[in-house]
């Protein structure tokens, strides 16, 4: 069920996505009188098509179809979508129509900045949608974050060997200030941290960033998780109701040393099943109790968890703060690409395809976290799409830039061949997400 849940999300996102990045090049074409042959959610490699308006029982139904100049239709192959606008070689690398003569209707015969804004139309929409779907979500839901003042790290395996310590409150990374506990490790990487200033105890110490680690940090989840007290908050077991107490902290399990709740948890899980012995410190007084710890290694405590910030936004604050998320989240997501393509960093196995996509969407249905993935996703598609590489909307914008520049028209000869190669790159690239996905689901 949780699969079905998950794929269910994964091929509405994408389709709402692809759909909204299509309806802007399809828009501006239609606005400047460009013929859209074809408007199609998903591939129909083979032409094989799952539905067409041209289909002989949909012009059936309504005979008027069959006189639209645009087919619009739904692929088999769910990798994308694509918008054939008439007169363009593109990634269908279709050139039967550049044998004829141009005519007006057709992309190749408009001036150079109406093309710019046909080819920039689905990157524009993706970016809108990202600023509306932010506001909604800001004006609704406000926004909550776990400030990185006066809380601890709980380190992993690499973390420690980096020189980090659990407990240890992390000040500056370079002069960078972290605000939010949550991007850590993120900031660590995408910043080129060359030293981390950290508060241990009452000291103040600073760690030297081994930068060909980055890779390591980019693929190693959990490397700062939120170290968290022991101080119970209620108590839902019995009998260890009548042995604790709101605000009891427990400092100890059998004798090993656990300030912290993860350290505690290792411990109970040993001793699952039986009675263990605990020292609590209860206001100044320090105690012994024997807690019962059940099959799971469990002691039926909630605990008091560090406090989220919320800001509350009215629908007119919204405006401008969804503006200010969407523009910082394009560039931190510039600065993954940035890494991205720093081999030694090796942030390219950390790619990955639709198979990684379903894997951070909830398990049940969640509209907040619903609609910020997609926003999110929104953000990646629209600037994936900026990239100057043939077959992706960048590549052409590139040329129409080059034209408008110097007046020159590149010829349909090199548009193929750039064509090409774009495809080539993007089938690597997709057979690298796809690898990667399929090793992560090995490991």
């Known amino acids: 069920m949780v699969v079905l849940v998950k794929t269910l999300q994964v091929i509405l996102a994408l389709s709402v996505l692809i759909l909204l990045h299509e309806l802007g090049h399809f828009l501006w074409a ?69 044998k004829r003569d141009p005519q007006p209707w057709e992309f190749r015969t408009h001036p150079a900045w109406q093309r710019l804004l046909v080819m920039s139309g689905g990157v524009l929409n993706n970016f809108i949608f990202a600023i509306l779907a932010y506001i909604l979500i800001l004006d609704i839901w406000g926004e909550a974050y776990l400030r990185n003042e006066g809380n601890a790290i709980y380190v992993n395996e690499l973390a420690y060997d980096m020189g980090f310590r659990s407990g240890d409150r992390i000040l500056r990374l370079d002069d960078y200030v972290p605000d939010d506990f949550s991007t850590l490790q993120i900031d660590l ?22 930068q060909s680690r980055i890779g390591e940090v980019l693929n190693s989840p959990g490397m700062f998780d939120l170290a968290v007290p022991f101080v119970v908050d209620t108590v839902v077991s019995a009998p260890n109701g009548e042995r604790l107490l709101h605000g009891d902290r427990i400092v100890a399990v059998a004798g090993e040393s656990t300030p912290y709740l993860q350290d505690a948890r290792k411990v109970f899980a040993v001793h699952a099943g039986r009675e263990v012995p605990v020292s609590i410190l209860r206001g100044a007084d320090s105690l012994e109790v024997a807690l019962q710890v059940d099959s799971t290694g469990r002691v039926g405590v909630y605990t008091v968890f560090p406090g989220y910030e919320r800001r509350e936004y009215s629908f ?24 991205v393509a720093t ?94 996905d399929i090793g992560r689901l090995i490991r």
Not at 87 to 94: R, T
Not at 192 to 198: E, L, Q
Not at 364 to 385: C, H, K, P, Q
Not at 395 to 419: N, S, W
Request: charged share 20%; glycine share 10%; proline share 4%.
């Open 343 to 436: 081999p030694r960093t090796e942030a390219y196995k950390s790619v990955g395809s639709f198979i990684a996509i379903g894997q951070v969407f909830p398990a049940e249905w969640d509209w907040y976290r619903f609609l910020t993935l997609l926003a999110l996703l929104s953000i990646m598609l629209g600037v994936m799409n900026l990239l100057p590489i043939p077959a992706l909307d960048g590549g052409h914008i590139v040329m129409c830039l080059y034209e408008m520049v110097t007046g020159r028209k590149p010829g349909d000869k090199f548009i193929l061949a750039a064509q090409m190669v774009g495809m080539v790159l993007l089938i690597l690239l997709m057979m690298l997400a796809f690898g990667n």
């Open 316 to 339: 007119l604050q919204a405006i401008p703060a969804g503006f200010r998320l969407t523009f910082s989240t394009i560039g931190g997501y510039l600065q993954d690409l940035r890494l």
């Open 30 to 98: 239609k606005l400047f009188r460009i013929r859209v042959d074809k408007f199609f959610l998903f591939f129909d490699i083979g032409g094989t098509k799952l539905f067409s308006t041209k289909s002989a029982w949909f012009t059936k139904l309504f005979p008027k179809a069959a006189e639209w100049e645009t087919e619009y239709g739904i692929g088999w192959l769910p990798l994308g979508g694509y918008c054939k606008i008439a007169g363009m070689i593109d990634e269908s690398l279709d050139t039967e129509s550049m």
């Open 189 to 210: 990487a995408r910043r080129d941290v060359r030293k981390a200033t950290v508060l241990r105890g009452t000291d103040t110490l600073e760690l030297y960033i081994d």
